[in-house]
């Protein structure tokens, strides 16, 4: 092969892998300070995988931040009481099986200092 066509494949090469190369970015939630990103993120007691904030212990847990583009769905493991805050958090439900999940409980506000919009 000659040098212009090893430039060519090369330069396909290179364009296909940063293509397909995906690049974490944050979802705007944070869990006890820790921002949530696309790529995926935990900490003690919960992890956030494809779309999905999974609260796997007693917490305590404070979610707060905006996502409105339907990428942050709460979900709380059955048979733990969860003690969990929601601090000037804004959600979008992209759908009807996005909503405030039975086992997160009563929430309860004082003076619109905890918000869920969805």
Do not use: H
Request: hydrophobic share 45%; charged share 15%; net charge neutral.
């Amino acid at each position: 092969m000659d040098k212009p066509n090893w430039i060519r494949l090369l330069a396909v090469v290179a364009a296909t892998f940063t293509a397909v190369t995906a690049i974490a970015a944050p979802v705007g939630v944070t869990v006890n300070g820790i921002l949530l990103d696309s790529d995926g993120s935990d900490g003690e007691g919960w992890m956030y995988a494809s779309f999905t904030l999974t609260l796997t212990n007693t917490g305590p847990f404070t979610l707060s931040g905006t996502n409105t583009a339907g990428a942050v769905r709460v979900v709380v493991s059955d048979g733990i009481a969860n003690t969990v805050a929601l601090s000037n958090l804004t959600l979008r439900a992209t759908g009807c099986v996005q909503c405030l999940p039975e086992g997160l409980g009563t929430i309860n506000r004082k003076e619109n200092a905890n918000r869920l919009k969805i």
